[in-house]
Structures are given as C-alpha cells and as structure tokens.
C-alpha cells in the first residue's frame, strides 16, 4: 500500500485523530458510510464520530438499535454490495454479542466465495482500560486474541496519534475485512498528526526507538509503557530498543528479529491477560526464529489473570507496570 509523508503535523487526542481520518476518507470515497450504537445524533460515546451526522446525513451516518450481531451483519451485507461500512463498537467486549458475524460471515465470505466476493469493512472501537478507571470487568477487557486468532481477518492496533489516522484511512480503502482496535487508556492523549492525506501500512511493525542492550516488544497501549521503561533503563546505563508490532494479523516480526539480533535479549510487553495471548505468539516465534541471537530467555509482562476490578487502585495493580518491565529487562542482562 502506497504512502505519504504529511508535509505539516498538529497536536490532537486520538478520537480527534479517528475522526479526522474518518471525516476525510467519507468526503474522498462516498461508498465509505458509518453505523453504530449512538454514533449520529449524539456524535459517538467516545467523539470519535463527532460533527459526522451533520455534515454527512443519516444515510451515512447510521444510529443503530442496541444489537450487536444486527448492525454487524448489516455491515457485512454492505460491504457485499459494494458500500465501504465502518462499524463502531461502543466497547469491543460488545462484540462478544457479534462473534458470528464476526468469525463466520466477515472473516470468511471471502475464502468461501473462491475469491469472488470481497468484505471491504472496519470493525473498530476501544478496547482495554479505559483513559481515566471505573470501566470494570465487562467494559474493559483486552480481547486482542479472538480477533488475531482468526484467519481472514486483519487485526490492528495504532500505538499513538498518527498512526492512529493513517491506519484507519488505510484500513478503509483496504478490500480485506479489518478490526481496527484502539487503545483506550491512549483515548484522551495528545500527539503529533499529519494534516496532509496519508496513510500507515497494515501489515509493518516499527521500531520506535533503537537499542543495544534489551529489545521492549509491545502492541498498542503497551508501546508507551515500552518507551517510558527505556527511558529509564538508559538512567541506570541500559540502552533499550522499543518495537511496536502495529499489525497483529498478519504479524510483522521482521523489525523484532532485527532488533534482538543486535541486543540479543527481549521483554513482550501487552496489557492483554498472558495465557495464549498475542504475546505468546510473538514469544513462539522469536524462540523458533531468534533462538540463536538469544543470551537469556524472552520474558514477559502482562496484565494480571483477573476481571478488571471496579476499585481504581486494584484496577492499576492489574495493569502493567513500568517497574515491571524495567525489572524483567534488567533480568534478562544477569
């Protein structure tokens, strides 16, 4: 996929940033429309689509009756006869309600028609904790793994401001089905996002910050807590390399085997529960690829194998922490 690089940046949250690539891919491509629970007449939960009903009309800004599993095989039957549909989730743990249309009609219409039929569809919204706590156990869930566990679809999830805008421009024009999933404790923080019309590959993970001692792999939300980890890391000496992974499926892991072939150490960091998660995967396949440039096992930190718990300190004990990581870095230099 072809990109650009936007010539002027400004400062904005991430829901500004989802609504300018929203607002633009609607004005460039009139196929694109938008559905969801209260997306329209009260501009999102989140702002993410704010200002859209009034510039564009009910007939492509479309509040949806509180059912999941209708407004997403809506979609998918949009996407069928040609239109470009972005379905919000209010929570990405509602779309538990959708998962059949999700793993049986959006993932794979496309490999049962022989190829003849295409899904050209998002599926996005927040998932994780939130920006501020209180989401509890059933509204702030990581559940990063059903979506990657499953061909046919490709999952991702920006880890700041800009991507966050040229992902979802890319994700829109792309004819695959994509679940774009945004990281909630980033909602409300501010970034750096090109003005210009550009676009993000769905399919590269980045390095964001280069390292000698410890590479730091992290998707989404957990970028961040990567890049604070190394920047107290490089206090006591330690020089870290952060990889952002970007795309889950299909999974880029080119910039991390280069990255641990300089460092020769690794630490997955994700929000998501440890068991058979996204990190596991990543930890399988730098064991299978990487072994050799390996002086100490790859470690991990995640969240903690609980329901998200209402109260606000319980609540940040069950996150990953910074010390967590820097812990498990230094482990791995023993």
């Known amino acids: 996929?072809?990109?650009?690089?936007?010539?002027?940046?400004?400062?904005?949250?991430?829901?500004?940033?989802?609504?300018?690539?929203?607002?633009?891919?609607?004005?460039?491509?009139?196929?694109?429309?938008?559905?969801?629970?209260?997306?329209?007449?009260?501009?999102g939960v989140h702002y993410v689509t704010r200002g859209l009903y009034s510039e564009f009309g009910p007939e492509r800004v479309m509040d949806t009756p509180i059912s999941e599993e209708s407004f997403v095989g809506v979609g998918v039957g949009m996407a069928l006869m040609g239109y470009r549909p972005v379905v919000e989730m209010m929570r990405m743990d509602f779309s538990l309600r959708a998962m059949d249309q999700i793993y049986n009609h959006m993932?794979?219409?496309?490999?049962?028609?022989?190829?003849?039929?295409?899904?050209?569809?998002?599926?996005?919204?927040?998932?994780?904790?939130?920006?501020?706590?209180?989401?509890?156990?059933?509204?702030?869930?990581?559940?990063?793994?059903?979506?990657?566990?499953?061909?046919g679809l490709r999952v991702v999830t920006p880890s700041n401001q800009y991507d966050a805008k040229g992902m979802l421009k890319a994700a829109i024009r792309c004819d695959d089905p994509v679940v774009f999933l945004e990281p909630g404790p980033l909602n409300n923080k501010q970034g750096d996002v090109g003005e210009d019309d550009y676009l993000v590959p769905l399919d590269q993970a980045e390095i964001r910050r280069e390292g000698t001692d410890v590479t730091l792999i992290g998707y989404g939300a957990s970028v961040a807590l990567c890049l604070q980890a190394a920047r107290e890391l490089e206090r006591s000496g330690v020089s870290a390399a952060v990889v952002d992974m970007r795309s889950l499926r299909p999974l880029d892991m080119a910039p991390a085997y280069?990255?641990?072939?300089?460092?020769?150490?690794?630490?997955?960091?994700?929000?998501?529960?440890?068991?058979?998660?996204?990190?596991?995967?990543?930890?399988?396949?730098?064991m299978r690829d990487a072994f050799w440039n390996l002086e100490a096992p790859v470690l991990r930190v995640s969240g903690k194998e609980t329901p998200l718990p209402y109260a606000a300190n319980l609540e940040e004990l069950s996150k990953p922490q910074v010390e967590e990581i820097v812990s498990a870095a230094q482990q791995t230099l023993k």
């Open 107 to 151: 993932a794979k219409i496309h490999y049962m028609s022989g190829g003849d039929l295409k899904v050209p569809m998002v599926l996005r919204g927040p998932e994780g904790p939130g920006p501020n706590p209180g989401l509890t156990a059933q509204h702030g869930q990581q559940l990063t793994l059903l979506f990657a566990h499953c061909p």
């Open 258 to 286: 280069a990255s641990v072939e300089r460092t020769n150490r690794a630490v997955v960091v994700e929000y998501a529960w440890q068991s058979y998660g996204p990190g596991a995967e990543i930890v399988a396949r730098l």
């Open 1 to 43: 996929m072809a990109t650009t690089t936007p010539t002027k940046t400004k400062k904005m949250a991430m829901h500004e940033a989802l609504n300018q690539a929203l607002r633009e891919e609607m004005l460039r491509d009139p196929q694109v429309l938008v559905l969801g629970e209260e997306v329209g007449l009260y501009n």
